[in-house]
């Protein structure tokens, strides 16, 4: 935490933007979801439309895809098959990346049945991106044996990444060295993690070519049922988990379960729910749609704040490394949001639109304040304040219920 730098540590900078305790973000690996599918899902998730999984939630759930996938062609890929010689679902994806329906990359492509990456589709996804103007910063890094262009870096333990070559320079599927000033900073760490809540879901990753980029956790796995927490116990003794994967769409409700939810708002945490809701081609069950309803009713309560994950990584980032000054002028406050002190991607001045959440408290009269970045006041629109709970905010971003099927 680099915190303040000024004179006054009666201010200090609240974890999560006002009212919430909490946030959430579900991270979808785009796995075997057919267009039409992604479709009828964002309509539940993000619009308050009448979907075949009743009424749209209104919550910011982002999804991922692939540049390059089999001959399916109503998998979401932005090219159909190997190359990039013909168009598939590019017109579409690209509004999808323009409203926040999708903000990761799940790897270049599904090469999960054929070992075809090489270095030149990174060049020739990133040309074509760059010039739709599509920078994205998150990579969901996992795949079976085929799918090289992954990371290996960013695993814990290496022995279960040794296939992986994207960030080994010498390989052919070494590609990193483009990807990541193109604009990817935030990559899902491979390990596997059982834990829905934390302080924090980042930790630095060094990649083997020497760069460094922030990993990130999210839930996917769980350990073991209880009923067997003897045999579990005795196995872990020797040092065996016993754990299934969590991140299919019939574990959701799961996933989202009362509890992990309780837990997160009590604990103040961040979370990051692994998924694969496509991989069953069949709309989201029962249980499924219960877990989203329990999480929707902690957002409306002003409990867990839901964001895409490339929001919640940033907002992540950006609370944990700012620099700002608190000090007094002409009987005012002023708090001055000067950088972001990033130790694995630089020193930098942020854009309003990464300080959004960022909300201070403690000893200070919100109408007498004001709020600056890097020297320059907010506009009052961009503000939120509340005289009763003290506090003085970035504005959250606005709700857009858009359906952008349509
Ligand atoms: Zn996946």
Request: negative net charge; charged residues 25%.
């Amino acid at each position: 935490m680099s915190g303040s730098s000024g004179n006054r540590s009666d201010v200090k900078l609240r974890k999560f933007p006002f009212p919430f305790q909490a946030m959430l973000a579900i991270a979808n690996d785009v796995d075997e979801e057919q267009i039409a599918q992604f479709r009828e899902l964002h309509r539940f998730f993000n619009t308050r439309a009448m979907t075949r999984m009743g009424e749209g939630l209104g919550l910011d759930i982002g999804d991922s895809f692939w540049m390059y996938g089999p001959h399916d062609y109503d998998l979401m890929t932005y090219w159909k098959g190997y190359d990039w010689g013909i168009k598939n679902h590019a017109e579409e994806i690209l509004r999808y990346i323009s409203c926040g329906w999708i903000d990761s990359l799940h790897s270049y492509g599904d090469y999960n049945d054929q070992m075809a990456f090489t270095r030149e589709h990174a060049l020739q996804a990133i040309n074509e991106l760059e010039k739709q103007g599509v920078h994205l910063k998150v990579w969901l890094n996992h795949g079976n044996s085929n799918n090289i262009q992954n990371f290996p870096g960013a695993f814990l333990t290496h022995h279960s990444a040794s296939h992986l070559k994207g960030d080994l320079p010498g390989t052919p599927g070494y590609h990193t060295d483009v990807t990541i000033p193109w604009g990817i900073q935030f990559v899902q760490d491979g390990t596997l993690n059982d834990q829905l809540g934390h302080d924090s879901l980042l930790r630095p990753v060094s990649l083997w070519d020497g760069q460094q980029i922030w990993g990130f956790r999210r839930l996917e796995a769980r350990r073991e049922s209880p009923w067997r927490k003897g045999l579990r116990m005795v196995l872990e003794r020797w040092g065996i988990k016993l754990t299934y994967w969590n991140w299919h769409p019939e574990r959701l409700g799961e996933q989202l379960s009362r509890e992990n939810l309780d837990s997160l708002v009590e604990n103040q945490h961040y979370g990051v729910v692994g998924q694969h809701l496509g991989i069953r081609r069949q709309d989201l069950d029962h249980s499924a749609v219960e877990g989203l309803l329990r999480l929707k009713e902690k957002h409306q309560a002003g409990e867990i704040l839901v964001a895409r994950l490339s929001r919640l990584l940033e907002y992540n980032r950006v609370h944990q490394h700012l620099d700002y000054r608190v000090f007094t002028h002409e009987h005012k406050t002023v708090i001055d949001i000067r950088a972001v002190n990033d130790p694995v991607c630089g020193y930098f001045v942020p854009a309003l639109e990464q300080v959004r959440g960022i909300t201070f408290t403690g000893a200070l009269d919100p109408e007498q304040t004001k709020l600056c970045l890097a020297g320059v006041e907010l506009n009052e629109e961009d503000l939120i304040r509340s005289a009763g709970e003290k506090v003085i905010g970035v504005r959250w971003f606005e709700p857009d219920y858009h359906d952008y099927t349509q």
